[in-house]
């Protein structure tokens, strides 16, 4: 087992009896391997879903690896967000200057595609040459009579965290640009959601069945001349409070829009959310539909999260995500389903985050803020998880040390957010957790024979069973012949 690095003994909680004092907000200590990414990263995975316009990577052709699908972001109409378009700086230009070759990408491209408007993102390597990209970007805009944004992403200069605000300066040079004139005083816009998996279909859908305007998703399936008549909208709902409170405040500084910080995760979270919409509104037929609204859904999942609850109560799980907020609803989501959260942390969680989260967890839980690969596998094993949520990096984590795994970060093809996706988190989380490939691991054999053999699994109806399980190869199950049996 490894020992922490003393300089992030400071970002991890792992005692409930010691004072609470998590740091955290701070660049990545050297040699940790952080699971963070660049400035670059946080605003591609901002700005990538607005459909209509078109991205631009001023740099070496390797940073326009992070492009192409990096979101399972779906869009209703135009997939000019799914080309992948570079620079592709090369030594001579690095000598040079890039400047020329950005000018002729972006004019070749626009008349080509006919975006509505083009974002430029700056690379690590644009910073140290000093390329003017906003000098371009006022010239081709000039030119060709489109917003053409540059977005001051370069990778080095900071975290995640710092891209996300990069993107909403971005975003913010589009949102007051629009008419506003069909717009109800009943409306709101979106913040947050990048319609993983068709989610801000779903999640537009509920508000429109309590009778409010959507007026711009900010950035799933997102629209330019949506974005530009956002400032009419009388409610700003975040989701995403990481990469989206920053535009939020903008928005309310200059147009006096107020915002709610909401998660449409979980049973709890996906209710609260709708309610506090309504209330803000006042209006009484909004609370109806609303309190209608959430009746109805509920009582369509709660028997297959009752089987689930069966299934799973007991079992251990750990939490990484890149925002602290998805962990409050996911430990919530867990705890639905009889599950306990052993290990929670994010890489830009705040302060408050992390103080609210330690509330929400059991005191033996560990926090850590901003995790490498050898501390995340070190917990997981010392806490003996059964499951661990995260993104794509986490992922090897867990079947190296043979856990299941579940992902919940913008990489995945399954909606999770809304009532039915909490019924897919479940089935997710079951599947992985109950496969009977954990028991080909050494070290976890003896301790799932004994929890498989009391298990029901969910996925597939067998007609009966003899008594003896020949059906299903799992030890004696005590189910009455002749009874259905969930495998």
């Known amino acids: 087992m490894i020992s922490v690095l003393e300089q992030r003994a400071s970002q991890i909680h792992q005692d409930g009896n010691s004072p609470f004092a998590m740091d955290c907000e701070k660049h990545s200590v050297a040699g940790s391997v952080s699971q963070r990414a660049c400035v ?78 083009a974002f430029v993102y700056s690379t690590c390597i644009v910073g140290v040459i000093g390329d003017d990209v906003a000098a371009i970007c006022r010239r081709v805009e000039a030119e060709k009579g489109l917003s053409v944004l540059p977005v001051h992403s370069e990778g080095f200069k900071g975290t995640k965290k710092d891209g996300y605000q990069a993107a909403c300066t971005a975003l913010f040079q589009l949102v007051g640009t629009g008419a506003t004139d069909d717009i109800s005083p009943l409306s709101l816009n979106i913040l947050g959601d990048f319609n993983i998996a068709g989610e801000t279909w779903l999640i537009r859908n509920y508000y429109e069945r309590m009778g409010i305007q959507v007026v711009a998703t900010i950035t799933g399936d997102g629209r330019v001349d949506d974005i530009r008549r956002a400032h009419g909208a009388a409610l700003n709902v975040v989701q995403c409070s990481g990469s989206m409170t920053h535009l ?133 094993q010392e806490k003996e998880v059964d499951l661990l949520i995260g993104g794509v990096k986490e992922r090897p984590i867990a079947y190296k040390l043979g856990i299941g795994f579940c992902d919940h970060n913008h990489e995945r093809k399954i909606g999770l957010a809304g009532f039915e996706g909490l019924r897919q988190f479940a089935r997710e989380v079951h599947s992985t957790v109950m496969s009977p490939v954990w028991r080909l691991v050494p070290r976890r054999r003896r301790q799932l024979a004994a929890s498989q053999a009391n298990s029901l699994s969910t996925e597939n109806l067998r007609p009966s069973c003899a008594g003896e399980c020949s059906a299903c190869d799992l030890p004696h199950c005590n189910i009455p012949a002749g009874q259905e049996i969930l495998l």
């Open 248 to 380: 939020a405040r903008m928005m309310e500084d200059k147009y006096g829009i107020p915002s709610l910080r909401v998660s449409y995760f979980g049973l709890e979270d996906m209710s609260r959310a709708l309610y506090e919409v309504a209330d803000h509104f006042g209006d009484g037929q909004v609370q109806q539909r609303a309190e209608e609204l959430v009746r109805d859904e509920v009582a369509a999942i709660l028997p297959d999260l009752r089987r689930y609850k069966k299934v799973l109560s007991g079992k251990r799980a750990a939490i990484y995500t890149g925002g602290a907020f998805k962990a409050f609803s996911l430990v919530r989501s867990l705890r639905t389903l009889g599950m306990k959260t052993v290990l929670a942390g994010s890489q830009t969680g705040n302060r408050e985050d992390y103080r609210l989260l330690r509330e929400l967890c059991d005191e033996d839980t560990i926090l850590v803020d901003d995790t490498n690969p050898l501390e995340l596998a070190k917990f997981v």
């Open 40 to 117: 670059f990263c946080g605003s591609r995975v901002v700005l990538y879903p607005v459909a209509d316009a078109l991205h631009l990577i001023h740099g070496p052709v390797g940073c326009a690896a992070y492009t192409w699908d990096i979101r399972g972001a779906l869009s209703s109409g135009p997939q000019l967000h799914r080309m992948s378009f570079s620079t592709d700086l090369r030594e001579k230009d690095v000598i040079y200057g890039g400047e020329p070759k950005l000018y002729q990408a972006l004019v070749q491209l626009i008349d080509h595609y006919r975006p509505k408007a």
